[in-house]
């Protein structure tokens, strides 16, 4: 009798050992962030985590130094590279600092991708950026356009003259408002420069007023001027009357949105940032792509991630906020 259980019991753990189940441990990967107690990064972990679940073997790390500085994040990877995890997900504090550290991590067989602030080449095998400049400019025209009905005069409330960032999207702006035919109706009267000041973008948008009495819409693609543009076309009586788009935190336009000064404004949303780095990462681990140019990842809700040259990962057009998901987004950043 003792020597038939035995031999149920091999019989069972044999079976269990074929089956491949249960016992595997999940897959360890390290969401590394400029530092803790930032509501943009929890956002990117919540993301993490829910990529980590619709996945399945895979368990989600998050650290942070206390203070945000590259000497805090290098102690951080030293210590996950001694725990041997799967794979390192970091907003870098300093692109190239961290490169010999993040290096030796890639010795060791563990994945590095780097988000949001991205590391410099040769220190990651991936940067996933939230967007890029013909994304952006095209959307911003885009969410204007719906705004006004396609007609009508608008202007751009800009952050420095300077600002190569946006001087890129503000080019693919004039561009698309000259080449498509969707807005041959619209006129681009000015282009005006706030330095990301409150005080000064304020004044260049009731200036833009006063300049432009048949003004229809403002695109500022600046999370300063936007905000400021807001208060203008509220303080002025303009609500409905000038329609107002950019890039904008939801913390900061809340208010535009719920007063209608702001119908909808763009930004990228966290949540799918640090959802897509996890996708990106499980990929590399699981050698279903090598970070190598044309690479295509296959990234849940997110659909498919297109690897380019030097490691480089666009997420996709910005998300949009309007009256219907602000008010939740605004408790994040």
């Given at each position: 009798?003792?020597?038939?259980?035995?031999?149920?019991a091999?019989?069972l753990?044999v079976?269990?050992?074929?089956?491949?189940a249960?016992?595997a441990?999940?897959l360890?990967?390290?969401?590394?962030?400029?530092?803790?107690?930032?509501?943009?990064f929890?956002?990117?972990?919540?993301?993490?985590?829910?990529?980590?679940?619709?996945i399945g073997?895979?368990?989600?790390?998050?650290?942070?130094?206390a203070?945000?500085t590259?000497?805090?994040q290098?102690?951080?990877?030293?210590?996950?590279?001694?725990?041997?995890?799967?794979?390192?997900?970091?907003?870098a504090?300093d692109?190239?600092?961290?490169?010999?550290?993040?290096?030796?991590?890639m010795?060791?067989?563990?994945?590095?991708i780097s988000?949001?602030?991205?590391?410099?080449?040769g220190g990651?095998?991936?940067?996933?950026?939230?967007?890029?400049?013909?994304?952006?400019?095209?959307q911003?025209v885009?969410l204007?356009?719906?705004?006004?009905n396609?007609?009508?005069?608008?202007a751009?409330?800009?952050?420095?003259?300077?600002?190569?960032?946006?001087?890129?999207?503000?080019?693919?702006?004039?561009k698309?408002?000259?080449?498509?035919?969707?807005?041959a109706?619209?006129?681009?009267?000015?282009?005006?420069?706030?330095?990301?000041?409150s005080?000064?973008?304020?004044?260049?948008?009731?200036?833009?007023?006063d300049?432009?009495?048949?003004?229809?819409?403002?695109?500022?693609?600046t999370?300063?001027?936007?905000?400021?543009?807001?208060?203008?076309?509220?303080d002025k009586?303009?609500?409905?009357?000038?329609?107002?788009?950019?890039?904008?935190?939801?913390?900061?336009?809340?208010f535009?949105v719920?007063?209608?000064?702001c119908?909808?404004f763009?930004?990228?949303?966290?949540?799918?940032?640090?959802?897509?780095a996890t996708?990106?990462?499980?990929?590399?681990?699981?050698?279903?792509?090598?970070?190598?140019d044309?690479?295509?990842?296959?990234a849940?809700?997110?659909?498919?991630?297109?690897?380019?040259?030097?490691?480089m990962?666009?997420m996709?057009?910005p998300?949009v906020?309007?009256?219907?998901n602000?008010?939740?987004?605004?408790?994040i950043?």
């Amino acid at each position: 009798m003792r020597k038939a259980w035995k031999l149920l019991a091999l019989a069972l753990v044999v079976a269990v050992i074929g089956s491949g189940a249960v016992f595997a441990a999940p897959l360890k990967i390290a969401m590394v962030v400029k530092g803790m107690g930032n509501p943009f990064f929890d956002a990117c972990r919540d993301g993490a985590n829910e990529a980590a679940q619709a996945i399945g073997d895979l368990q989600v790390i998050y650290q942070g130094p206390a203070t945000p500085t590259a000497e805090g994040q290098i102690e951080i990877i030293n210590s996950l590279i001694a725990q041997k995890v799967d794979g390192i997900i970091i907003s870098a504090n300093d692109k190239d600092a961290l490169i010999p550290i993040t290096k030796k991590a890639m010795s060791r067989g563990i994945k590095v991708i780097s988000f949001d602030s991205g590391i410099s080449v040769g220190g990651r095998m991936v940067d996933l950026v939230p967007s890029e400049t013909q994304l952006i400019g095209k959307q911003q025209v885009e969410l204007i356009g719906k705004l006004i009905n396609y007609q009508g005069e608008i202007a751009i409330l800009s952050a420095t003259s300077q600002a190569t960032n946006q001087n890129a999207w503000i080019d693919v702006m004039k561009k698309e408002l000259a080449s498509n035919s969707k807005y041959a109706n619209m006129k681009l009267d000015a282009v005006v420069y706030g330095d990301d000041l409150s005080d000064k973008s304020y004044r260049e948008a009731t200036g833009l007023f006063d300049s432009y009495p048949n003004l229809k819409g403002i695109i500022a693609p600046t999370t300063v001027g936007v905000a400021a543009a807001g208060k203008a076309i509220t303080d002025k009586g303009l609500i409905g009357k000038v329609q107002l788009t950019g890039l904008g935190l939801p913390s900061e336009m809340k208010f535009y949105v719920d007063n209608g000064a702001c119908q909808q404004f763009a930004l990228w949303n966290p949540v799918d940032l640090g959802y897509t780095a996890t996708y990106i990462t499980y990929a590399l681990i699981k050698k279903q792509v090598s970070g190598k140019d044309g690479d295509v990842v296959k990234a849940g809700r997110m659909g498919n991630v297109t690897i380019a040259k030097d490691g480089m990962a666009v997420m996709g057009l910005p998300f949009v906020f309007n009256k219907d998901n602000v008010e939740k987004f605004s408790k994040i950043f």
